[in-house]
């Protein structure tokens, strides 16, 4: 009986490292995802801002070209800055959906 008690009390104590420790990756992963996310829209905030600036001084703008691996899709512009706020919530739209979901 007593082997018993002992075994139950290993699993509960199990269970609840396991519990404890997925909490604390979901808090982690969460400050990350959106630290990220933040970062990425200040980036691209300022370099909208930097290019709108250089452009109200009349001068002229190199195309930057962006491109996601794979297949190769590529794009020339010249506003960086709205490109890497498009990705950033691209991205986190992908976090909601498939790594954070939230469910009533």
Not at 72 to 99: D, E, H, M, P, W
Request: proline content about 1%; charged content about 15%.
């Amino acid at each position: 009986m007593l082997a018993v008690a002992q075994n139950e009390k290993s699993k509960v104590t199990h269970v609840s490292k396991t519990v404890t420790f997925q909490k604390t990756a979901t808090y982690v992963a969460f400050f990350v995802a959106h630290s990220l996310l933040l970062l990425g829209f200040n980036v691209g905030y300022i370099e909208f801002k930097r290019v709108q600036k250089l452009r109200a001084q009349g001068e002229s703008l190199d195309d930057v070209e962006f491109s996601i691996g794979l297949e190769n899709i590529a794009r020339k512009t010249t506003v960086g800055g709205a490109l890497i706020s498009a990705f950033c919530f691209g991205f986190y739209a992908l976090y909601l959906s498939l790594i954070f979901p939230i469910g009533i």
